[in-house]
């Protein structure tokens, strides 16, 4: 690419410096649009080139020329937008730049394993072609591998800060020569509290170290621990940019009570044309209730929550990705780092608390490209969450609702908000009380239903033949035959 520039462009070229970076320079960073032009180690760029990727996201066009600079980086972005990419990229390069040694170069703290494990993944499949050696630290696994790990040189170190504090209290880990400290989704590292630890971490690296800090929010609470951390940040703030209605379509639904809401989820399962989604819960044990009700009607289903030990929480991810578990019900920790593209749907369960977590949500779908569907219950008591998802996201939502599965309550703060049913486009008045209604629920959960059928992107090979049900994949296509005589699930409710 040609680049035609001002007199005014090159005086703020270094002239003290022959060989710098012209991609860093602040006119220059909003121009790049191929990865080529970031003048990353070819081996790097023969593997982003194999994956099929030739255009930066905004967060990895934003940042990456700051980070090869050598700046300390602070930047706030959505998830789905590539973020990770952001930091792995630059600190391969860094890596194939320096002289291995016996000591780890870079580390990459973050608070989950599920999202270290993604991590680690990423850097194997943008570093395949570089001799690169990773150690994966994560609490939940068996110490004999990292111990394993750890015996052998390492250039990058993924870890969870409590796990890594172990190899440190046991003098397994060196961390003087590490050139760069990486802070994944540090937001959720304070709200976990480890924060304190990351600290300590931080102050057995070398002064001289170049740190980037990712987050999807950065609050006062955080801005106090940048200034502890990092040398004259860079700020890059994507978070705030809207999300793309023809990505994700949002919809929202009032519930009265836990059985209303039991019905609603029964009616999206029946009439819904899901291939996979994620379905949220606030509590573990209401996340083991709903997938074993999801299992008693036939439906390929597994939870996903803290209490699980990680071999099988691996096992239950690598299901979903195989298209052996069509819905996951998970906890926010949990779900941290599933990036599984063909995620049809989210299904908010249970309201986020806060409205960081609903964008992180939602953000499981409609990923690489693809379109998704996020479905939200909202009780009336959740209504002030709800106000501040869409002060947080900046739009209003529009209340949907099922015929014959209205609410009985009247959300007063939003009686100006136009309320359509269910695939119409006219407003319609406001819920009114009606004394005389009666949930009609099973005492039992969901009510099993037959006669389901959902659609698969093309290229999926579908779900495995069940003894209950059959079903003939084809074209991309996967349905289930109607059995006779299916009984209803729910009953649409008396006016």
């Known amino acids: 690419m040609t680049y035609i520039l001002t007199p005014a462009m090159v005086r703020s070229i270094p002239s003290h410096d022959a060989n710098a970076d012209l991609c860093s320079l602040p006119f220059l960073r909003n121009m790049i649009v191929t990865f080529a032009q ?23 066009a934003r940042s990456i020329p700051d980070i090869l600079a050598g700046k300390d980086l602070v930047a706030s972005a959505q998830t789905g937008t590539g973020k990770t990419a952001a930091f792995i990229l630059p600190a391969l390069h860094k890596v194939s730049l320096g002289k291995s040694t016996q000591k780890p170069r870079i580390l990459i703290l973050t608070p989950t394993r599920e999202l270290a494990n993604q991590i680690t993944d990423a850097v194997g499949k943008y570093g395949k072609f570089m001799q690169c050696r990773v150690a994966s630290l994560v609490g939940g696994m068996p110490y004999r591998q990292q111990l394993r790990k750890l015996s052998k040189p390492v250039d990058i170190i993924v870890a969870t800060p ?27 590292m304070l709200d976990m509290g480890f924060i304190d630890d990351v600290k300590d971490i931080a102050k057995m690296t070398p002064p001289s170290r170049q740190t980037l800090l990712f987050s999807a929010t950065v609050d006062d609470r955080l801005s106090q621990v940048i200034r502890n951390l990092l040398k004259n940040p860079i700020h890059i703030n994507l978070s705030h940019e809207k999300m793309s209605p023809a990505q994700i379509k949002q919809e929202f639904y009032m519930v009265d009570n836990a059985k209303h809401k039991e019905q609603l989820l029964q009616y999206f399962l029946d009439n819904e044309k899901v291939f996979k989604a994620i379905i949220f819960s606030a509590t573990k044990s209401n996340a083991d209730k709903l997938a074993r009700d999801l299992c008693n009607q036939d439906f390929p289903a597994a939870a996903l929550h803290g209490d699980l030990k990680q071999s099988l929480r691996n096992r239950t991810i690598d299901q979903l990705k195989r298209g052996k578990i069509q819905f996951l019900v998970a906890t926010d920790v949990a779900a941290r780092g599933i990036d599984i593209n063909d995620i049809t749907h989210v299904i908010n369960y249970d309201l986020p608390k806060f409205s960081e977590d609903y964008v992180h949500r939602i953000g499981r779908t409609g990923r690489a490209g693809k379109t998704g569907i996020a479905i939200s219950f909202s009780t009336f008591a959740e209504a002030k969450h709800l106000h501040k998802i869409e002060r947080y996201v900046g739009q209003k939502f529009s209340l949907s609702t099922v015929p014959g599965l209205e609410p009985r309550q009247r959300l007063q703060s939003r009686s100006d908000h136009s309320q359509g049913k269910k695939n119409e486009g006219k407003p319609r008045g406001d819920f009114k009380q009606k004394s005389d209604r009666k949930y009609r629920a099973s005492e039992g959960g969901f009510k099993k239903r037959e006669g389901r059928s959902f659609e698969a992107p093309k290229g999926s090979g579908g779900f495995k033949k069940r003894s209950k049900r059959s079903f003939k994949p084809s074209n991309g296509q996967v349905d289930f035959k109607h059995r006779e005589n299916k009984s209803a699930s729910f009953k649409k409710r008396d006016n």
């Open 162 to 188: 409590g796990r890594l504090m172990d190899h440190m209290s046991n003098h397994r880990l060196d961390l003087s020569s590490i050139e760069m400290l990486i802070l994944d989704e540090a937001d959720r």
């Open 38 to 60: 970031l003048n990353l180690n070819p081996n790097i760029f023969k593997a982003i080139d194999i994956c099929g990727y030739t255009k930066p996201t905004p967060i990895q």
